[in-house]
């Protein structure tokens, strides 16, 4: 029997990237959180051998480079199991939109699969595979609020910030993360030979500013506002200086996508900010109307956008499988 599974979007509030690692990775520090907006994976398993991925969008990669294929590989052996494994992708979400639609994907594809053989990987080898495969994977694992740590990979569930309101605008480019993350080490080393300030340390400036804002303690010493927690909680996320880096590098170079943000912010957007490397900007609205006027707004501008919720981590389960 085919499993239909939901594999929803993530978003970063605010992402500080650290040193270039000697594995060719980045050290880093965010916040992920999930959103409503999704993609359906279907997963049948049948007699014969190996894997195939069907989806009507051309831009979807079907071979071995496909995140989902990678998983249903890495889940087949790890389970010993064998058969013919046809993952139809649904695809809704931008690609190479920097808001997790490969890797979130691949997840799905990984529970759907689980279900399909009737088989349930423990979850230490959940974690293990989904880490392998990709950096924004584990965090999938998790769903919610969740603070991403070491490559992105090292998740940790924190506690639900309240739903908000989201306009996801996502203008019709693919940034490559690689390609970001080299702009990014340039920017140091260009800014250390200006200001030889290269030990300074974006990541527990990050943290420190964040876990302030999560528990309500500002570092600056400004006292939080009374009232509504949904809207203190979101005025505070500005206040709190929680920004992703990559807009440094990206935004230069596609000056569109800040151009974006502007729009978002003049609709009326508490917080807007790139989400991953992009190209996706995403908009923070306390009131719903306002969200869908914003959305309209940019679609008329010619800017593909959806306004849709963050899904916290008791939706987020409830959810993927409804
Ligand atoms: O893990 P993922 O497949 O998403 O990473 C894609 C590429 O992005 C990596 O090969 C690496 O070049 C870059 N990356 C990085 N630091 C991270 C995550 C990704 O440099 N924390």
């Not at 990559?246 to 974006?260: A, K, M, Q, S, T």
């Not at 923070?284 to 593909?304: K, S």
Request: hydrophobic letters at 40%.
């Amino acid at each position: 029997m085919p499993i239909t599974v939901r594999s929803f979007a993530k978003i970063n509030l605010g992402l500080a990237i650290g040193l270039s690692r000697p594995d060719g990775f980045h050290g880093l520090r965010t916040v992920y959180q999930t959103v409503m907006l999704h993609d359906v994976i279907k997963v049948e398993v049948g007699r014969g051998v190996g894997i195939e991925i069907r989806s009507k969008d051309s831009r979807v990669p079907t071979d071995e480079s496909n995140t989902c294929w990678r998983i249903a590989d890495r889940v087949l052996r790890s389970l010993r199991q064998r058969g013919k494994v046809v993952i139809t992708i649904d695809k809704k979400l931008p690609v190479q939109g920097g808001i997790g639609g490969g890797s979130s994907n691949a997840v799905a594809t990984m529970f759907a699969l689980e279900k399909a053989l009737k088989y349930e990987l423990p979850a230490a080898e959940r974690l293990r595979i989904a880490a392998e495969v990709g950096s924004d994977l584990p965090l999938f694992l998790v769903g919610g609020t969740v603070l991403g740590c070491s490559r992105g990979e090292e998740v940790w569930p924190l506690p639900d910030l309240p739903s908000w309101n989201i306009v996801l605008a996502t203008p019709n480019i693919g940034v490559s993360t690689p390609a970001a993350f080299q702009r990014w080490d340039d920017l140091v080393q260009r800014e250390a030979k200006l200001t030889d300030n290269a030990s300074s340390d974006r990541i527990s400036l990050f943290s420190r500013s964040a876990f302030g804002w999560l528990t309500g303690e500002p570092t600056t010493g400004v006292p939080p506002k009374r009232g509504d927690r949904a809207e203190t909680l979101l005025l505070d996320l500005v206040r709190a200086g929680i920004e992703n880096d990559f807009e440094r590098v990206v935004f230069p170079e596609y000056p569109e996508l800040r151009d974006v943000k502007r729009v978002l912010e003049r609709e009326g957007a508490k917080y807007a900010s790139l989400s991953g490397s992009g190209s996706t900007v995403y908009g923070l609205f306390m009131d719903q109307a306002e969200a869908v006027r914003a959305a309209d707004a940019m679609c008329n501008a010619g800017i593909p956008a959806t306004a849709t919720r963050t899904l916290s981590r008791q939706h987020y389960w409830e959810q993927m499988f409804a």
